[in-house]
C-alpha cells in the first residue's frame, strides 16, 4: 500500500496540472469567482455578533464591546427590548445578505462552469475529428462518446467545485476560529476536535473511493 502511495500522489498532481492548463484562458473569471466567493467569509461572521448581543446584553447584564457599543444608539442600549429588536432585525438582515451571496455565487458558478465544459468539449471533439478512420474503426465509439459527454464535465468539477470552495473554506474556516475563540475558547477547541476525524474518514473513502 505505501509504495504505490507517491504513484498515486504523482499522477493525481499531473492530472490537475493537466486541468488547470485547460482552465487557463479562463483564469480571469475563476479568479472573480474566487474573489466573489471570499464575500462570503465576513458575511458568515456578521450572524455571531447580534447573537453575542442578545445573550450578553439582553440575556444577560455584561456591558457591550467599545466596538458594537459605538454601532448601538444609547437609547438602544439602555432598553433591552429595544436591543433586542434591533438584533432581531439584524439577524434578519444578515440571513438575507448571505442567501443573495450563495445565489449570485451559485449563478456565476453555473455560468463559468458550462463555459469550461463546453471549451473543453469542442477540444475533444476536435481532436477526435483529427483522428484516423482506422483509429475509429478499432476504438468503441461508446468510448469516445463517454469522454466527450461525460469525462470532460471534470474540468468544472474540479476547478469550481473543488478548487475554489477549497480555497475560500480554508479561509472561511481560520476566521470563524478565530472569532469563536475571542468569543469562547472552550467553544472553538471543541468545534476544532472533530476536525481530524473528519480528515482521517475522508482519506479513507477516498482511498476505497479511487
Request: some cysteine.
Amino acid at each position: 500500500m505505501t509504495s504505490k502511495q507517491p504513484d498515486r500522489s504523482y499522477a493525481d498532481t499531473q492530472l490537475y496540472r493537466r486541468l488547470g492548463g485547460a482552465a487557463r484562458p479562463y483564469g480571469r473569471h475563476l479568479l472573480t469567482l474566487f474573489l466573489v466567493s471570499l464575500i462570503g467569509a465576513p458575511l458568515a461572521l456578521l450572524i455571531p455578533l447580534p447573537i453575542k448581543v442578545v445573550v450578553d446584553g439582553v440575556l444577560g447584564d455584561k456591558p457591550l464591546s467599545p466596538a458594537i457599543a459605538a454601532l448601538v444608539p444609547d437609547a438602544w442600549e439602555a432598553d433591552k427590548q429595544q436591543l433586542l429588536w434591533a438584533c432581531v432585525i439584524a439577524i434578519v438582515v444578515f440571513s438575507i445578505l448571505i442567501q443573495l451571496h450563495a445565489l449570485a455565487t451559485w449563478i456565476y458558478k453555473t455560468w463559468i462552469g458550462e463555459k469550461l465544459v463546453l471549451g473543453f468539449r469542442a477540444r475533444l471533439f476536435d481532436h477526435l475529428a483529427s483522428l484516423s478512420l482506422g483509429f475509429h474503426a478499432r476504438q468503441n465509439s461508446a468510448d469516445a462518446l463517454h469522454r466527450v459527454q461525460v469525462d470532460a464535465a471534470s474540468i468544472k468539477d474540479v476547478s469550481v467545485y473543488g478548487a475554489i470552495p477549497l480555497a475560500t473554506s480554508l479561509l472561511t474556516v481560520v476566521a470563524l476560529t478565530y472569532v469563536t475563540a475571542r468569543i469562547d475558547l472552550t467553544l472553538a477547541l471543541v468545534a476544532l476536535a472533530a476536525g481530524p476525524v473528519v480528515f482521517v474518514l475522508t482519506e479513507i473513502y477516498r482511498g476505497r473511493l479511487r
